[in-house]
């Protein structure tokens, strides 16, 4: 290579920071898809390793056979770039993979392996990069370009109907699987849309994950305070507080316990119902309550005109550390309780709403459009609507849900993705886990009934902070997971063909030309 000459500066001032180099964007995302998943103790989003293992093992429906991935071995090219570019050849290496195929037997009901094979694959040749940052392919210099995409996490949004009504929805955008909207319509209804596909309630989706009732799916959302039903309601402030409120446990009759309750969890306080609880006696009712969040931190200042306001706790608040309760729900929160929280590490707390101020309808609502009442009827319902047709029984059903969202294979966040969630919804999940949880999905519906009601902000899409770069490592990475896609496909075909396990052979299952065709497209 040519001699560098030195740089000479007159500057008066020494360089803030040295010239980065430029190409080392292609390099290191190149040299990333060849580093294995445990180096460092680190988990790669994007490398051939990552690939393999999310594909492999692959079975045959009856399980008889299971192919298993062990390692890969890229070995040293054949020629050299100069050699590639004179020829007009491509500069690429050996990419063999290294598995093994498990056969088992039922023995008196018992499945056992009964013998096990492992051999070396020839996979096709991987094009390597150069120095320059580029690829030689057929004897001519290649680059290939970064792109930008939607970065993976959740997004929301906001709409106006024609009628003026600002209606709001969210996205949940993956590194890989299933795209999950959910959108607030007029009637102020959540619905869900899973890969477009028809929309359904989003409290159907909460009974399938195991809240069946109406009450468990409204403590998801609301808390429980102690309502005194005695007064006038002349104010119209009582009588929004009062009439509509949700009960939050069984109101059972003064006069005869044994009998048929007043009221259930999650009946309506009507204006009928409020006058034969009086007429009976009843004094207070437990109705579940609204509430936001607080942050201890910003202390409020009273001034001349307003007091400053009375805020109630919503839930019992432990210590960070011991986790012993230091407040009880219903407790007001003084200055004195304020210290001591922000004392013991705690900077946020749950506040019931302000009296008078009327909870929000929407999951009400959503309740009475929702045609399901229990857990089973939610996941025959969603089945249907992913695979036409009805489920055979209730697990098959509930292991499709669970394949949809729960699983490493079929689903993917990223870490980037991991990491958007947390931050935006405020969640403490691993940042390793980069599949749903149960918890994502009920913030998700919290945050709509927080913008719903005035809290909060919505994405803008377009902004950059919500864009991420798709560097050449992930897009070969890719293009590599859709050949391997291709084989397993074949793979699962040849091995439910085969009926003689003795006569099965790797170099008859395996057909590495898909793998090599898609690196090449």
């Not at 792109?147 to 009504?165: I, M």
């Not at 209804?189 to 009974?207: G, S």
Request: proline share 5%.
């Amino acid at each position: 290579m040519t001699e560098m000459l030195p740089v000479i500066t007159f500057s008066k001032r020494e360089g803030a920071m040295p010239m980065p180099h430029l190409l080392d964007i292609q390099t290191e995302a190149f040299k990333s898809l060849l580093v294995p998943d445990d180096v460092g103790g680190h988990r790669q989003d994007v490398s051939l390793e990552r690939v393999f293992r999310d594909l492999f093992p692959i079975s045959d429906v009856n399980n008889k056979y299971s192919l298993e991935y062990v390692s890969y071995s890229l070995g040293e090219a054949k020629y050299s770039v100069e050699e590639c570019i004179e020829r007009d050849m491509t500069y690429a290496a050996p990419l063999k993979a290294k598995l093994r195929l498990i056969i088992t037997e039922e023995v008196e009901g018992v499945r056992r392996m009964k013998d096990a094979i492992e051999k070396e694959v020839y996979l096709g040749e991987l094009p390597m990069m150069t120095p320059l940052g580029t690829f030689v392919i057929n004897g001519a210099e290649r680059v290939v370009v970064s792109q930008l995409h939607r970065s993976p996490g959740v997004v929301f949004e906001e709409d106006t109907h024609p009628n003026g009504q600002r209606l709001f929805s969210a996205r949940i955008i993956p590194f890989r699987g299933s795209w999950v909207e959910f959108t607030i319509d007029i009637h102020d209804v959540i619905y869900v849309h899973i890969d477009k596909k028809k929309k359904f309630p989003a409290t159907a989706l909460l009974r399938a994950f195991g809240y069946g009732e109406n009450a468990d799916v409204l403590r998801l959302f609301f808390a429980s305070k102690q309502l005194d039903i005695t007064g006038k309601l002349e104010g119209r402030q009582e009588r929004r507080e009062v009439v509509g409120a949700l009960l939050a446990a069984d109101v059972a009759d003064p006069e005869d316990k044994a009998g048929e309750a007043l009221g259930l969890v999650g009946d309506e306080l009507t204006t009928e119902r409020l006058n034969v609880m009086r007429h009976k006696g009843v004094k207070k009712v437990h109705v579940f309550a609204g509430y936001s969040a607080l942050d201890l931190r910003e202390d409020e200042q009273p001034t001349t005109t307003r007091e400053r306001a009375r805020h109630v706790l919503a839930f019992p608040v432990a210590d960070p550390d011991g986790g012993e309760v230091i407040a009880d729900a219903g407790d007001e929160l003084s200055d004195t309780l304020r210290k001591k929280l922000l004392k013991a590490g705690v900077h946020q707390v749950d506040v019931l709403l302000p009296a008078g101020r009327g909870e929000s309808p929407i999951i009400k609502n959503t309740l009475a459009k929702d045609p399901t009442h229990s857990e089973g009827e939610a996941l025959a319902q969603i089945y249907s609507l992913l695979r036409p047709g009805e489920a055979p029984d209730l697990e098959t059903a509930r292991q499709a849900l669970d394949r949809l969202f729960f699983n490493p294979k079929r689903y993917d966040l990223g870490r980037v993705g991991r990491y958007k969630i947390n931050q935006r919804l405020k969640l403490r999940t691993d940042p390793d886990h980069t599949v749903l949880t149960q918890e994502d999905f009920i913030a998700i519906i919290r945050y709509l009934i927080d913008l719903h009601d005035g809290r909060g902000h919505t994405d803008d899409i377009d902004h950059l902070g919500n864009r991420r770069i798709r560097s050449v490592g992930e897009l070969i990475a890719n293009q590599f997971s859709v050949g391997l896609s291709r084989m397993a496909r074949l793979v699962k075909e040849r091995m439910s063909i085969n009926s003689d396990p003795d006569k099965i052979s790797l170099d008859d299952l395996v057909n590495t030309r898909t793998v090599s065709a898609a690196i090449q497209a």
